[in-house]
């Protein structure tokens, strides 16, 4: 991906303020903990300066009186409190920071997670799981490590730096600190310098991140069929060009940040020479004694830690920037499907649809992928959908449940627009059982009962037996206990429709859906699980979307669908006096005529 500086700019001009919105949030409301963790480091550094002044002292003592037994005990003990006060503050400070960084990664996750859930199929369609993975695992974590070392670090090296200064202009001649500080007023320059490239480099390599991220799942997800196609070295070579991808820009950024680090060593470098020609040429004329040149010394060597601590913080803000843009442009994103302000809750048993001049169109797509499509199912009726693949018989259901949203005034549940409806009232009043639906790693038992885990077995078991499932789950060693998943059982197509079909059933829905949810089943175990589902949804709404002829023809209206538009409609009986498109196919599926 190319960036240039001014694409950069503008998208922090139109999300800094966010971004700033999402830390200073965090900060914000664990304030009182933030200034608890700066008071120990602070302080842990005030005491950590007098140890330079300290040496100075014993110096002068030293030269004035010679090594005394007292003078001995007196500086190590002062030295030995200097240490143990500096160590327990500092790792109280530094504990505290640490907690606080782990819980932004939590909170920050939860609103992620939080936030996938809102967004719609369209979202995730144009965003592949390995980049929300990416942005899921490593973005959180690379703001977290800079929040929880930048407050360290920052502080350490702000209050150091002060106290360092203080106490040196307590002791040394302000000419002499200026000469010897005046090198390191270099650093903003170097900062302002490479500041905007590092973030370039940075961004470069989180994005050549995400795209491994993203390929290693896909490859993962897609092992069986490499392996079966026998195209390892092909995937492999595949994968190899992300990860060299990675190893550029990573190269790239660290040529760049290694240079911004040596350059902050090296102006305190300078100075410290400054210090030791100037410093010491005042020191043999007798103008600074001993002592205070020792300090000197000390302190700037002590200055060197923090400097470069600055640098490195300066360094990680750069590079976690970029993944608080992309936490914050997840986090901002608005869901495609939004509740209306007043939006009213759909009455629990309303089983009524009407779709009124249904148009749709997919973004981007050439032609629509419905057209005026009018269709009324009364209460308790069963409607069968028939049609070639991509005729639009899953984006009319997708349609219903508002995964994508239909335009207003065309599509009616109990008399009420669907778009006016609560979403939740919406899909709680509907059972949408898919042709492939998602298991869970968890037990048959709680993949059943996914809608409402707190059901009862009986009801487990009843909805498993009308899925003609209960048989082959009580011939396993836990029966409806028994894991799925990667570290669990692996059910066959037909197990898993049934499982994904018991799931639909244990709803009870006023509205239930079979978008060609038997048709990994051989033709017996169809025609009982239709012939149960019939009994067990009578009085209630059952549209039955299906490529075989056998799942509709019990259905009170069946429509016939190509290419986004009805083509025919009636009952089996009629459809067949009509002698269409579905009397063909009844021809070809149930007497093997094919004209
Ligand atoms: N998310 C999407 N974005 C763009 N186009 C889509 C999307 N989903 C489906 N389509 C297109 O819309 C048309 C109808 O697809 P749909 O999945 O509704 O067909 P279908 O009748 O259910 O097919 P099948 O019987 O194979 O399941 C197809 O041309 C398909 O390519």
Known sequence: MIYDTRYIYIQDVMIGMKVRSLLSGHIRSHL???LIA????????????????????????????GLTKEGVIHYSSWLMAIGVGYGVLFGLGQYTNHRLGRRFEFNTRQKLFSQFTKLSEHYFARNGTGKMLSTFMNDVTSVRETIANGVNQMTNATILLLSVMVMMLSHIPLHLVWACALPLLSIPLFVIYFGPRIRLRSRAVQDSLAAMTESAEEQFGGIKVTKTFAVEDVVEARFGRTVDQI?????????????????????????LVIAITY??????????????????TLYLRMLMTPLQQIGNVINTLLRSRASLDRLHRVLSEEPDIQELE???????????????NLTYSYPNAARPALSQINITVEEGTTLGIVGKTGSGKTTLMKLLLRVYDPPEHAIYIGGVDIRALTLDSLRSQIAYVPQDGFLFSTTIRDNIAFSNRAVGDDRVEDAAKLAELYDH????????????GERGLTLSGGQRQRTSL???LIKDAPIMVMDDSVSAVDV??????LRNVREVRQGKTTICIAHRISAVRHADEIVVLDEGQIIERGTHDELLRKKGYYASLYAIQEEGIFE
């Open 342 to 356: 007043g939006a009213i809750e759909l009455n629990k048993h309303e089983g009524s649809i009407e779709i009124r």
């Open 32 to 34: 009182s903990f933030y």
């Open 38 to 65: 700066v008071f120990f480091i602070a302080s842990a550094n005030v005491i950590h300066s007098f140890y330079p002044s300290l040496l100075g002292q014993f110096t002068d003592e030293l030269e004035q009186h």
């Open 279 to 296: 410093g010491g040429m005042m020191s043999i004329r007798g103008e600074l004694s001993l002592g205070n040149f020792v300090t000197l």
């Open 502 to 504: 018991a799931r639909g």
């Open 473 to 484: 789950v009580a011939g396993f060693s836990h029966g409806f206990q028994t894991k799925l």
């Open 247 to 271: 190893r550029d820009n990573q190269l790239r950024l660290v040529r760049m940040t290694s240079l911004f680090q040596a350059l902050i060593p090296f102006a305190g470098a300078l100075s």
């Open 524 to 529: 017996v175990t169809e025609t009982n699980i």
